[in-house]
Nanobody, 124 residues
Framework: QVQLVESGGGLVQPGGSLRLSCAASRSIFRINAMDWYRQPPGKQRELVAAINSDGSTNYADSVKGRFTMSRDNAKITYLQMNNLKPEDTAVYFC???????????????????WGQGTLVTVSS
């Protein structure tokens, strides 16, 4: 069973920065696409950022210019969050389409996997 494991959450003051990371729990061939979602307290989960298999990225309007998503060796993704605001407080989840083996990748087979979430609190 492959899982996604997030890290990097915590408490930060407004204007501060955090970097979240998301990686598979065991060796896999490739993360094809990855999204970061967040769920603020008492609200619905929302899409924050996405990176596609070609490396292109998309961001929610609320985080454009402040958050940057990147990928390292197609197996770890990062969400760099700068100039954090209290309204960024949420549990952040990564969601990925994983090719476990090279054969899966060649045959367009993938697993859709969610991480367990990491809490980001922005407060003075």
């Amino acid at each position: 069973q492959v899982q996604l494991v997030e890290s990097g959450g915590g408490l930060v003051q407004p204007g501060g920065s955090l970097r979240l990371s998301c990686a598979a729990s065991r060796s896999i061939f490739r993360i094809n696409a990855m999204d970061w979602y967040r769920q603020p307290p008492g609200k619905q989960r929302e899409l924050v950022a996405a990176i596609n298999s070609d490396g292109s990225t998309n961001y929610a309007d609320s985080v454009k210019g402040r958050f940057t998503m990147s990928r390292d060796n197609a197996k770890i993704t990062y969400l760099q969050m700068n100039n954090l605001k209290p309204e960024d407080t949420a549990v952040y989840f990564c969601h990925g389409r994983l090719s476990v083996t090279a054969a899966d990748f060649v045959n367009d087979r993938y697993l859709e996997v969610w991480g367990q979430g990491t809490l980001v609190t922005v407060s003075s």
